[in-house]
């Protein structure tokens, strides 16, 4: 568990998979509008036990982590963020990503996920950089990322299909200091 001022972030278990279910449920609309195509049963209390237990094997095996985003007033579980397609040798890297409940939104509490997170991508893990992929017209995440440190790198076109489309990214990337 890695805490902040206002929440922390901590794996998720299969004991997470109903908050899990009602976050994404309570969300679909909002959460869709940016993700890729999701498996036929993500919506199902069943779809999200499975999805947790493969991202605890895929931690487990230092491809991906997978965190929630916790409100430390009461517990609640309001967001995601995580790391993925971690890559060793010689990159020592991997990208991010997260969601957050949209009636938390414009909080900070984004913000401050990120940022406990590069800190166990560079302190924990020890890895050299992280980049995220942003679509251009969602600028609110894309200044969640710079006022953690992310510098933009250019802008990848038609790369990741959204809703059956293949949508542009801005890439962002952050280098661990200690290196």
Not at 49 to 63: A, P, V
Not at 86 to 104: M, N, P, T, W
């Amino acid at each position: 568990m890695k805490k902040g001022e206002s929440i922390y972030i901590r794996p998720l278990t299969a004991d997470d998979a109903e908050a899990c279910l009602k976050l994404q449920t309570d969300n679909r609309g909002f959460f869709e509008r940016f993700s890729m195509e999701r498996a036929a049963d993500f919506y199902t209390l069943e779809g999200q036990k499975k999805r947790l237990q493969t991202f605890w094997e895929q931690m487990q095996q230092d491809e991906d982590y997978y965190f929630g985003i916790f409100l430390q007033s009461d517990d609640a579980l309001i967001g995601t963020v995580n790391l993925f397609q971690v890559l060793r040798g010689s990159l020592q890297s991997a990208f991010i990503g997260y969601f957050l409940d949209e009636k938390h939104n414009g909080k900070g509490y984004t913000t401050e996920a990120v940022k406990l997170m590069v800190g166990y991508a560079f302190n924990d893990l020890k890895l050299h950089r992280i980049e995220a992929g942003v679509m251009p017209h969602n600028p609110g995440s894309i200044r969640v990322l710079e006022k953690v440190g992310f510098h933009k790198e250019g802008l990848a076109r038609k790369n990741v299909k959204i809703n059956g489309k293949w949508e542009d990214h801005q890439q962002l990337a952050i280098i661990n200091p200690n290196d």
